[in-house]
Structure formats: structure tokens, C-alpha cells
């Protein structure tokens, strides 16, 4: 099995997907968990045989992630869809997936099955099959957070789907929160010390504290629901630039032993 298969595996995940989205608006809920968990099965079974093609976890590259955030998108929607019944969320959620299976598609970042000893600790698979659910899951709370600006823009959002919203972000920042621990475990492991303020590492913080920020600011009774929408939408901004935009960092390049195209790691 190699990425020259994505192709199929991928088209028929999306094609599932649409049809659950569909069969949502249409409130057929039956078809809607069937086709959406089916097409989760069609993309996780690539995954499962990527890793046994590769030999390793496919975890490695940008590309690798990718791959992992493409399939815990759909699985945080049908999740929230089971839970509080949004029509639209698994149409976002497809979208979304789509996004990122369309860049893989044209840049699939292809690597060998070779793992530099950096990344052969049993705590960097953890590490990122955990920061991924959780970066999916709080990709949907933004979602919702952009659902509630644009549609209730000239009025305070519902309370009820606000709450709602909280409980997603409490999820996705348990998770990241594991993440970081799992990952102060791998680098312990590989570098000798659990934080070296790296500059991903500086990001990762940064992020952390933000949703956090959220959190603690919707504890206040005198917040502002749309500031902590706002607020919510920024953090993901920021959770952007950890994931993949610290790669373009001039600060990053070199200097960085989480940018592993460098020879030197």
C-alpha cells in the first residue's frame, strides 16, 4: 500500500460522507450514521495499512497529519451531530475533511518507512493521534463559534448552543492537554528534557493558554458572548500557526527539532 491509493480510499470516504450530510438535512438519521460511519471505516482502513506499508505510524510528515485531521473531522461531527443534532455540522465537517484531502492529494508529502530516533519513542505516536482529535474537535467548536457570528450577528447567541459550544472546547482542550503531556513524555525521552521552549513548543503554550483564556472568560458573569466567540476564533488562528505555520518561521528553520526535514535531527 502506498499514497498512490489515497485516491480511492479518499473519493469513496467523501462520497459516504456527502450522502450522510444529505441524508442530515433530510433528517434521515439512520442513513446519516451508516453512510458518515462507514466512510470513517473506508479512510481509517488506509491509514491501518499505511502503517503496516510503511512500518511505522504515518505520523511523520505534514502530509501524514493531514491524513489523521482528514479523518478525526468527520468523526468530532458525527459525534456532535449524535449529541445535539445539528443538521449542518456534517456538512461543514465534509467540507473541511474534503479541504484537507485535496491538499494531500496535491502535495501527499511523501517519506520513507525510515524514522529518525527522534520519533521511534512509543510516546510520539500518542503524542499525535491525540493533538489531532483534539485539533479536529476544536476545528468544529469553531465551526459552531463562525455559525453563531454570522447567523446571530445582530442579536446575543442562544445560551443553549453556547453552552454547547463550552462543552466541545472542554473536550478538545482535555485532549490537547494530554497531547502536551504525552509530548513532554517523547521529548524527555528523545532530548533529554521535557520543555526546552522550542519554538513549536513556544506555539503549543501560546494555544494552550488562548483556549484557556476562553474558558476561564466565559467563567466571568459579565462576559460578552460574541467577544468569546471572538476570542474562541482567534485561539484557532493561533492553533494554526502551531500546527503548521511555524514551519515558515525563519526562527523555526534550524533551530527547531520538531522541523524534522532537517538533517541535522
Not at 471505516?41 to 511505522?56: H, N
Amino acid at each position: 500500500m502506498d499514497w498512490s491509493y489515497f485516491i480511492y480510499f479518499a473519493v469513496t470516504a467523501v462520497l459516504l460522507w456527502t450522502i450522510g450530510a444529505w441524508a442530515a438535512w433530510r433528517e434521515k438519521s439512520v442513513v446519516a450514521y451508516t453512510t458518515t460511519v462507514i466512510g470513517i471505516a473506508v479512510f481509517f482502513t488506509f491509514i491501518l495499512l499505511m502503517w503496516i506499508s510503511l512500518e511505522r505510524p504515518p505520523l511523520r510528515t505534514m502530509g501524514e497529519t493531514r491524513l489523521w485531521y482528514s479523518f478525526f473531522l468527520p468523526l468530532a461531527g458525527i459525534i456532535v451531530y449524535s449529541r445535539w443534532k445539528y443538521k449542518w455540522i456534517l456538512s461543514f465537517s465534509t467540507v473541511l475533511a474534503l479541504v484537507f484531502i485535496c491538499v494531500n492529494l496535491f502535495k501527499p508529502e511523501i517519506h520513507s518507512k525510515t524514522l529518525m530516533p527522534a520519533l521511534q519513542s512509543p510516546w510520539f505516536a500518542p503524542h499525535v493521534i491525540v493533538y489531532m482529535f483534539a485539533y479536529a474537535v476544536l476545528g468544529v467548536a469553531t465551526l459552531i463559534a463562525i455559525f453563531l457570528l454570522v447567523k446571530e450577528r445582530n442579536s446575543a447567541p442562544r445560551l443553549t448552543l453556547h453552552s454547547q459550544l463550552d462543552d466541545l472546547v472542554y473536550v478538545g482542550l482535555a485532549f490537547m492537554t494530554f497531547g502536551m503531556l504525552f509530548g513532554a513524555l517523547w521529548a524527555k525521552e528523545a532530548w533529554g528534557h521535557y520543555w526546552s521552549w522550542d519554538p513549536k513548543e513556544t506555539w503549543a503554550a501560546i494555544t494552550w493558554f488562548s483556549y484557556l483564556l476562553y474558558v476561564h472568560y466565559r467563567q466571568i458573569p459579565t462576559h460578552k458572548p460574541k467577544l468569546a466567540l471572538w476570542v474562541l476564533v482567534m485561539a484557532f488562528v493561533l492553533l494554526q500557526m502551531c500546527w503548521w505555520g511555524i514551519n515558515y518561521l525563519p526562527s523555526a528553520q534550524g533551530a527547531s527539532v520538531h522541523v524534522y526535514s532537517t538533517p541535522s535531527i
